[in-house]
């Protein structure tokens, strides 16, 4: 059964330091999420991207963040100077086109640790 | 915005006894979805409703939509251990307003599920 993947599983970087955030969507899904797990809190959503471009974004997405699908499989999440505060779980995930967005999968999540 | 709320925060139960999730709204709910999340783990997905008194079944697990309510139920029939985890409703923004959707979600923050064998 197709999944969405995510890579690392696990990444721990210094406050201040850049970090890019691989995501491999289902191979025939056309939206693109991210989404974001304080430790204890809610899922939150970050953005969405649809054919080349965010469709949508949070308060929470500011200028330090941004998204890109470099080629035909991968889309990323880069953090440009991260912060104490973006330690968190991020989620991927992908959804097929049915008049609108279909239903998400997610992916397995990546643990970002910021020291 | 849209609120979730679930109740309860979290459930112990005996293996073999059925529970009930609840999902409360804000706002009227015409689109619900129900992920399962295990601890430090991706979400995954179980099921999706769109249509007010909607009822979907997977295996032991029921979910049911009740619009004039705004609330939408999960229910766990003979739980098993392998039912343990957090379950989250989302709600879809677009789905919910009629208008054109980006598949923002919104979730509750989570109903943690403990089943004793």
């Known amino acids: 059964e197709p999944e969405v993947t995510q890579t690392p599983s696990h990444q721990v970087t210094q406050m201040g330091q850049e970090v890019i955030l691989r995501c491999v969507p289902i191979?025939?899904?056309?939206?693109f999420y991210w989404y974001r797990q304080i430790l204890g809190q809610k899922v939150e959503f970050l953005v969405s991207?649809?054919?080349?471009?965010?469709?949508?974004k949070s308060e929470i997405f500011d200028d330090q963040f941004s998204v890109e699908r470099p080629d035909g499989s991968n889309f990323t999440l880069k953090i440009r100077s991260t912060k104490l505060e973006d330690s968190a779980m991020y989620f991927c995930?992908?959804?097929?086109?049915?008049?609108?967005?279909?239903?998400?999968?997610f992916g397995p999540g990546t643990r970002l640790t910021v020291l | 915005s849209q609120e979730l709320e679930q109740s309860p925060q979290s459930l112990i139960v005996q293996e073999g006894k059925n529970l009930t999730i609840n999902c409360t709204s804000s706002?009227?709910?015409?689109?619900l979805y129900w992920y399962k999340q295990k601890y430090g783990e991706g979400l995954i997905f179980l099921m999706m409703?769109?249509?007010?008194?909607e009822e979907k079944s997977h295996e032991k697990i029921t979910a049911k939509l009740d619009e004039k309510k705004q609330q939408s139920s999960l229910h766990i029939t003979a739980s098993q251990p392998s039912h343990a985890g957090i379950y989250l409703c989302?709600?879809?923004?677009?789905?919910?307003?009629?208008?054109?959707?980006?598949?923002?979600?919104?979730f509750g923050q989570g109903t943690i599920l403990t089943v004793h064998p």
């Open positions: 989302g709600a879809d923004k677009a789905l919910n307003a009629g208008g054109t959707s980006y598949g923002k979600l919104t």
């Open positions: 995930a992908s959804s097929a086109w049915d008049r609108g967005p279909d239903t998400q999968y």
């Open positions: 706002k009227t709910l015409y689109g």
């Open positions: 191979s025939n899904h056309l939206y």
């Open positions: 991207f649809y054919n080349n471009e965010i469709s949508e």
């Open positions: 409703l769109q249509k007010g008194g």
